[in-house]
């Protein structure tokens, strides 16, 4: 009986790592708890001898949770054809520094998810131009190591092959050129937000690189561009003609999937969530997050 209680919490302990693995191939925190309660669902589902065989369970739930993933990654691309406006990844907070006592004596899937650079908007951003395949075998081998062995038993290809698709899938990342967060983002972030405040467009012009793009997500929901704002000078006229009219907006420093970002909420309600890319001591990149669904992790 000991056996079996041990087997058990050895199996509700993969759930943290499990959340990790789907975030990153999906891009939603919803998708990613779904997936994996549904990897749970078909492992309590088998026969119990089933299960006694199994000789890695954490393997296991791996495999059938990345290829829960990989068949939501196929439709999503059909669904993602139809969203209105631009698809961005769900927006992850640091509990710790948002609210601690909101988390206090709860599990939420968010709270579980490892804030690293695999996790930055940037890099999410990039991985959305990858097959699914493409991008499983590069998530699964590049941000945690498993052998291609392992992932040639998730895709049902031969490890060379996996190994193709990884590599084509880190040209895509080159291309893309997803950065390592560089040092001094925060002071950069915490200058765009006084000059929003101060409605500076100068101070925002000087902040901003002149080939930057602001992209934003409202999925129709609520009022944003439906199209990339491009070029420095263009998003700072954007940015001040919103404060214009949002009164009693406020505007907090916020890690946002382990950067510096800005959150703007109004009568203590989050309705905005920014992600920065900065090279140089300039913001190159924007990426703004207004789909109420998709900020439920801020609530």
């Known amino acids: 009986m000991g056996t079996v209680a041990t087997s058990a919490d050895g199996i509700a302990g993969e759930r943290r790592q499990l959340i990790n693995v789907a975030y990153r191939l999906l891009g939603s925190v919803a998708e990613a708890e779904d997936a994996v309660q549904d990897a749970y669902a078909r492992w309590y589902g088998l026969p119990?001898?089933?299960?006694?065989?199994?000789?890695?369970?954490?393997?296991?739930?791996?495999?059938v949770t990345s290829r829960i993933c990989l068949d939501v990654l196929g439709s999503a691309r059909a669904h993602r054809e139809?969203?209105?406006?631009?698809?961005?990844?769900?927006?992850?907070?640091?509990?710790?520094e948002w609210d601690p006592a909101a988390s206090a004596g709860r599990v939420d899937p968010a709270d579980q998810i490892v804030l690293d650079e695999s996790v930055s908007m940037a890099f999410l951003v990039v991985l959305e131009s990858m097959t699914p395949a493409e991008r499983v075998a590069f998530v699964l081998h590049e941000v945690f190591r498993y052998p291609f062995a392992e992932i040639a038993g998730v895709l049902e290809r031969t490890p060379a092959a996996c190994k193709q698709l990884a590599a084509s899938a880190r040209r895509r990342v080159t291309?893309?050129?997803?950065?390592?967060?560089?040092?001094?983002?925060?002071?950069?972030?915490?200058?765009?937000?006084?000059?929003?405040?101060?409605?500076?467009?100068?101070?925002?012009?000087?902040?901003?690189?002149?080939?930057?793009?602001?992209?934003?997500?409202?999925?129709?929901?609520?009022?944003?561009?439906?199209?990339?704002?491009?070029?420095?000078?263009?998003?700072?006229r954007y940015m001040v003609a919103i404060a214009e009219r949002a009164p009693g907006l406020e505007?907090?420093?916020?890690?946002?999937?382990?950067?510096?970002?800005?959150?703007?909420r109004r009568a203590g309600v989050v309705e905005t969530v920014a992600s920065f890319d900065v090279a140089d001591g300039r913001v190159t990149r924007i990426w703004v997050v207004r789909n109420p669904e998709k900020l439920r992790p801020w609530a």
């Open 82 to 96: 139809r969203y209105v406006g631009a698809w961005l990844p769900e927006p992850l907070p640091d509990r710790t």
């Open 175 to 236: 291309v893309g050129a997803a950065p390592v967060p560089e040092t001094g983002q925060a002071d950069v972030v915490r200058h765009v937000k006084e000059a929003w405040e101060t409605r500076d467009i100068a101070a925002l012009v000087a902040l901003l690189n002149p080939a930057a793009v602001m992209t934003a997500d409202g999925g129709g929901v609520v009022g944003t561009v439906l199209h990339p704002v491009e070029g420095g000078a263009q998003i700072a």
């Open 251 to 264: 505007l907090l420093e916020r890690t946002v999937n382990g950067v510096p970002g800005l959150v703007a």
């Open 48 to 63: 119990r001898s089933r299960r006694e065989e199994i000789r890695s369970p954490g393997a296991w739930l791996t495999t």
